[in-house]
């Protein structure tokens, strides 16, 4: 950069100040007198050589006339040129050189760093180590990390024993797969406590009963003998969401159970509200537990149609079993009751009745119902009933049935009760279901995969028979689904079953009383707290209530 305008400036005239002089050579132009004429020149090693010392110089004389001519010659060759200028030309090539072999001197001269020898440190073990930091580091002398204490003085002796604390408290779970005994001996129980606990507990409620997750707040006593397990001093649990339980150990030493009983409300969880936009969503605004809201839907979708069958200003209604204890803990049982209603006009009445659990519409107990069975299987329809060309054979012929394109291995559903009388390979169904159901009605289910149902098997609606497949006379993974009257197939998008009414007369009664007291429930009644019950012992804080405040269910 200065060397240019050093160029620029040079015919500026008199008086004008030069750029500064970057290189070596400039510098030596600086210092040299003006340079003769074009007609008195001489090339530069006669200019030197006419300015040497006298005749005989020594060697000092003459190691500076060398110095003095290499630097003359560097001078005229200017051997790093600014490489930012003539890009190309010789001088530029020559200042390229000049770097290059710099660099690779550089490179060549670059030193070695391998790893320097030293002495061999001892090796040290990780106990001896803990006690060098135990002895050196004050926070860890007292053993705050590694447990090791500072070596002990002249000063110190041994103990001949060291007392033990008179009582342990501790919490012990039970946990999944757990035994009561080998619970009770990982707390420190000694074989003929656990077998006179266990004896106790089986006369209030059947060990193996006991859900896992149960804690137990145990107390040990003192030791009989020095190496003998401690002695039980008393237990506690909650045997049942009704009941504490207490193993105490009495004056004279012998362990006695304790029946604590809590008092408990069953009064019915009630829940009301408008459909609105959302069932789900507003049964969950009003409160309504998730478990509750999924089998409320699932029992009223096998009557209306979540979809067409109810409008937004209609109310849904809803009781579930609800438990209530005085320590405060609360736990949501099954789904009682499902309602449906239009214009303040009950449009569906749906009661949980009999050992299954099943849900029953109170319109309908006393007498048959012609109901429309489901889809058999979670898939679309491909395929139609009636006259089609078939995919494989190439020509027009009856479609005697409906086919739902489904997923490989998706299960297969029985569309109504009935008896299996066929389950096997039937030609171009390929692994092919049959059942019989009342009134003269049939249905048959083909391509499976897999068969789950064998000839003679009593099958009820939603079980599964089989699984999709693409056996048979079959371009892709379906379900063939077909149905009979009499013999003769017929559309089964057509047909209904005919729902025999499952509660005699006998229940009848029992199941309007019942319907009858859960329509009676205020809704939210069961919501509010209930008046501690029991006596002063069941009331009184635990070690294991301290500690566990969680509530049960």
Same mark, same amino acid.
């Given at each position: 950069?200065?060397? %240019?305008?050093?160029?620029?400036?040079?015919?500026?005239?008199?008086?004008?100040?030069?750029?500064?002089?970057?290189?070596?050579?400039?510098?030596?132009?600086?210092?040299?007198?003006?340079?003769?004429?074009?007609?008195?020149?001489?090339?530069?090693?006669?200019? @030197?050589?006419? %300015?040497?010392?006298?005749?005989?110089?020594?060697?000092?004389?003459?190691?500076?006339?060398?110095?003095?001519?290499?630097?003359?010659?560097?001078?005229?060759?200017?051997?790093?040129?600014?490489?930012?200028?003539?890009?190309?030309?010789?001088?530029?090539?020559?200042?390229?050189?000049?770097?290059?072999?710099?660099?690779? %001197?550089?490179?060549?001269?670059?030193?070695?760093?391998? +790893?320097?020898?030293?002495?061999?440190?001892?090796?040290?073990?990780?106990?001896?180590?803990?006690?060098?930091?135990?002895?050196?580091?004050?926070?860890?002398?007292?053993?705050?990390?590694?447990?090791?204490?500072?070596? +002990?003085?002249?000063?110190?002796?041994?103990?001949?024993?060291?007392?033990?604390?008179?009582?342990?408290?501790?919490?012990?779970?039970?946990?999944?797969?757990?035994?009561?005994?080998?619970?009770?001996?990982?707390?420190?129980?000694?074989?003929?406590?656990?077998?006179?606990?266990?004896?106790?507990?089986?006369?209030?409620?059947?060990?193996?009963?006991?859900?896992?997750?149960?804690?137990?707040?145990?107390?040990?006593?003192?030791?009989?003998?020095?190496?003998?397990?401690?002695?039980?001093?008393?237990?506690?649990?909650?045997?049942?969401?009704?009941?504490?339980?207490?193993?105490?150990?009495?004056?004279?030493?012998?362990?006695?159970?304790?029946?604590?009983?809590?008092?408990?409300?069953?009064?019915?969880?009630?829940?009301?509200?408008?459909?609105?936009?959302?069932?789900?969503?507003?049964?969950?605004?009003?409160?309504?537990?998730?478990?509750?809201?999924?089998?409320?839907?699932?029992?009223?979708?096998?009557?209306?149609?979540?979809?067409?069958?109810?409008? %937004?200003?209609?109310?849904?209604?809803?009781?579930?079993? *609800?438990?209530?204890?005085?320590?405060?803990?609360?736990? !949501?049982?099954?789904?009682?009751?499902?309602? @449906?209603?239009?214009?303040?006009?009950?449009?569906?009445?749906?009661?949980?009745?009999?050992?299954?659990?099943?849900?029953?519409?109170?319109?309908?107990?006393?007498?048959?119902?012609? !109901?429309?069975?489901?889809?058999?299987?979670?898939?679309?329809?491909?395929?139609? *009933?009636?006259?089609?060309?078939?995919?494989?054979?190439?020509?027009?012929?009856?479609?005697?049935?409906?086919?739902?394109?489904?997923?490989?291995?998706?299960?297969?559903?029985?569309?109504?009760?009935?008896?299996?009388?066929?389950?096997?390979?039937?030609?171009?169904?390929?692994?092919?279901?049959?059942?019989?159901?009342?009134?003269?009605?049939?249905?048959?289910?083909?391509?499976?995969?897999?068969?789950? !149902?064998?000839?003679?098997?009593?099958?009820?609606?939603?079980?599964?028979?089989? *699984?999709?497949?693409?056996?048979?006379?079959?371009?892709?993974?379906?379900?063939?689904?077909?149905?009979?009257?009499?013999?003769?197939?017929?559309?089964?998008?057509?047909?209904?079953?005919?729902?025999?009414?499952?509660?005699?007369?006998?229940?009848?009664?029992?199941?309007?009383?019942?319907?009858?007291?859960?329509?009676?429930?205020?809704?939210?009644?069961?919501?509010?707290?209930?008046?501690?019950?029991?006596?002063?012992?069941?009331?009184?804080?635990?070690?294991?209530?301290?500690?566990?405040?969680?509530?049960?269910?």
């Amino acid at each position: 950069m200065f060397k %240019a305008l050093e160029q620029n400036c040079g015919d500026a005239g008199v008086g004008v100040t030069h750029a500064a002089a970057l290189s070596h050579a400039q510098v030596l132009r600086e210092k040299q007198p003006a340079e003769p004429s074009a007609s008195e020149a001489l090339p530069w090693r006669t200019a @030197v050589a006419a %300015a040497t010392l006298p005749d005989r110089p020594g060697p000092s004389a003459r190691f500076a006339e060398r110095l003095r001519e290499f630097e003359a010659w560097c001078a005229h060759v200017d051997l790093a040129p600014d490489l930012a200028s003539d890009i190309g030309s010789r001088k530029w090539m020559r200042g390229l050189a000049t770097l290059l072999g710099l660099s690779a %001197a550089a490179i060549a001269l670059w030193p070695n760093f391998s +790893a320097v020898e030293t002495a061999t440190a001892m090796p040290v073990a990780s106990s001896e180590r803990d006690e060098f930091r135990s002895q050196t580091i004050a926070p860890l002398a007292l053993g705050a990390d590694s447990g090791r204490h500072m070596g +002990a003085s002249p000063l110190v002796r041994p103990l001949a024993s060291v007392p033990e604390r008179p009582t342990i408290q501790l919490v012990s779970t039970l946990g999944q797969g757990d035994s009561f005994g080998r619970m009770l001996e990982r707390a420190g129980l000694g074989g003929s406590d656990i077998a006179r606990v266990s004896q106790l507990v089986q006369q209030a409620v059947p060990v193996g009963d006991i859900a896992s997750g149960t804690q137990f707040d145990i107390t040990l006593g003192k030791r009989s003998a020095p190496n003998a397990p401690r002695a039980l001093d008393s237990l506690d649990f909650r045997a049942r969401f009704d009941l504490d339980l207490s193993i105490e150990r009495g004056k004279a030493g012998n362990l006695a159970l304790v029946r604590r009983p809590i008092g408990v409300d069953d009064t019915p969880l009630r829940i009301r509200g408008t459909i609105g936009s959302s069932l789900y969503r507003s049964a969950r605004n009003a409160g309504a537990p998730i478990g509750a809201i999924q089998a409320y839907l699932r029992a009223v979708d096998k009557y209306l149609s979540l979809e067409d069958d109810i409008g %937004a200003n209609d109310e849904f209604d809803l009781v579930v079993a *609800y438990k209530r204890s005085a320590k405060g803990e609360r736990q !949501v049982g099954d789904l009682l009751y499902a309602g @449906v209603e239009r214009d303040g006009k009950p449009r569906l009445q749906l009661l949980r009745w009999g050992s299954d659990g099943q849900m029953f519409a109170a319109a309908g107990i006393g007498q048959p119902r012609s !109901v429309a069975v489901g889809q058999p299987v979670a898939g679309y329809v491909t395929s139609t *009933y009636g006259m089609r060309r078939h995919p494989i054979l190439g020509y027009v012929r009856m479609h005697a049935g409906i086919d739902f394109g489904a997923a490989y291995g998706s299960p297969i559903y029985a569309v109504a009760d009935g008896t299996v009388r066929y389950a096997g390979r039937h030609g171009g169904h390929g692994n092919y279901v049959r059942i019989e159901h009342a009134g003269g009605l049939g249905t048959g289910y083909g391509h499976m995969s897999r068969i789950v !149902v064998s000839f003679g098997t009593h099958v009820r609606a939603g079980q599964v028979i089989g *699984y999709v497949g693409s056996t048979g006379l079959s371009t892709g993974p379906h379900l063939h689904f077909e149905a009979y009257r009499a013999g003769h197939a017929i559309n089964p998008a057509d047909i209904r079953i005919l729902a025999r009414p499952q509660i005699d007369d006998k229940e009848r009664d029992a199941f309007k009383a019942r319907l009858k007291a859960l329509l009676t429930v205020e809704p939210g009644a069961a919501l509010g707290s209930i008046a501690p019950v029991g006596s002063r012992h069941a009331q009184a804080e635990r070690e294991i209530d301290r500690l566990a405040p969680g509530k049960i269910g």
